[in-house]
């Protein structure tokens, strides 16, 4: 796995034998500070030409509903059309940022954009991809 970009709050890596790109979240950002990582993020996806996509939320900080309904709306439509197969997700160990994932689950569903897939832990995320 390679770092590609990384900030105090993200870290965006490339693993290139599972032609996949890895969101690493690392604690509390802002909302504009979590969307500039989303298209940081789908701007690096497309130039690696990925196919698939985990987001490791373990460690992420809460998030607004209207920040995990813009990658809904804004994000995942760039990351399908360029051709995302898998969206798994590490879940959080914090109970108040699983709600930012129950909504933005929700918020998918209802957009039917992708189907998402959640792990515990980024290894088994990864090795669930062939």
Avoid at 28 to 48: D, H, I, M, P, W
Avoid at 50 to 61: H, R
Avoid at 120 to 126: G, I, K, R, T, V
Wanted: proline residues 2%; hydrophobic residues 40%.
């Amino acid at each position: 796995m390679e770092t590609i970009y990384s900030t105090r709050f993200l870290e965006i890596s490339y693993v290139p034998e599972k032609n996949c790109l890895v969101q690493t979240w690392k604690g509390f950002c802002t909302s504009e500070e979590f969307r500039a990582g989303q298209l940081k993020t789908a701007e690096l996806f497309v130039a690696k030409r990925c196919k698939n996509f985990v987001s490791d939320a373990k460690d992420a900080g809460l998030l607004k509903k209207e920040d995990t309904d813009w990658v809904t709306e804004v994000v995942t439509p760039q990351l399908v059309k360029a051709g995302m197969s898998v969206l798994n997700l590490v879940i959080p160990e914090s109970a108040f940022t699983k709600m930012t994932i129950m909504n933005l689950e929700k918020s998918e569903k209802d957009a039917k954009n992708s189907g998402l897939a959640y792990f515990s832990s980024l290894e088994s995320a990864l090795a669930s991809i062939g």
